[in-house]
């Protein structure tokens, strides 16, 4: 059960930091909403706790806000 669990949150944090990594990269608006589409998730999950979400979500959007 708790290797199941585990390599499920780590599928999920994969991806997760897959479309912030894709965000930084190229930032446009759809890969801001998929970013944070994948970091709620993770949060909803209990993957990562919700201040790190805010902090993930804070960072990108501020890296949208400098591309502009």
Known sequence: VAA????NNNDIKSSM?????KMEKEPT?????AAVKKV?????????????ADKYKSR???KLNETK
């Open 60 to 62: 990108l959007s501020k």
């Open 17 to 21: 930091r897959t479309a912030i990594k």
């Open 4 to 7: 199941k669990k585990s390599s």
């Open 29 to 33: 608006n759809e890969n801001l909403v």
């Open 40 to 52: 709620d998730k993770a949060c909803k999950n209990g993957v990562i706790k919700k201040n790190t």
